[in-house]
């Protein structure tokens, strides 16, 4: 992957590597879904969902880490790349989804964001966080919209640290 010099990526790549497997085995893809990929970077998640969906939308807002995705995910005819907030481009979406993964900064999922995604009415999500108290904070949102979270399981990505990332599965 093309990550410039400002742009973030997983370092650990054992656990990157367990970080995706886990997203893609709770997303059960069939191939024939369409998925929301927010908070894009440059297109980790987006490309492996890719290959197991019939469509990925993936919406980044730094322009360096989208002109990196567009570099790293050219050879997929099947991604949509929208560069962008999450909080200005789901309010727009018009296209019907049936998944999203979402792994925003610390600070989480603006309010009005989680709002629009909530009403965008998705089967799954699964949200990444690396920030536990904003993942309780947004958890505790989407359950008031509807959805039942279903499991949360933590993954070292700094090991002999405090941080931890974890995966949460929400279902409608």
Known sequence: FRVTAGGFFQVNLPQAEALIDH????????GHET????????????AF????ASLVTAV????PAVTDADVNLAD?????????????VLPELVERYD????DPPRTGIERHALDA?????????????????????????LVEKGYHLVEVTPVDMFPQTYHIECVAHFER
Not at 99 to 102: I, K, S
């Open 23 to 30: 997203v893609l085995h709770t997303l059960a893809l069939d």
């Open 35 to 46: 998925v929301l990929d927010l908070y894009a970077g440059v297109g980790l998640f987006t």
């Open 49 to 52: 969902l890719a290959e197991r």
């Open 60 to 63: 980044e807002s730094y322009p």
């Open 76 to 88: 997929l005819d099947n991604v949509d790349l929208i560069e962008g907030t999450v909080e200005d």
């Open 99 to 102: 998944a999203a993964v979402l």
């Open 117 to 141: 995604l909530a009403a965008l009415g998705l089967r799954t999500l699964v949200y990444v966080s690396c920030e536990p108290s904003t993942l309780a904070r947004d958890a505790k949102r």
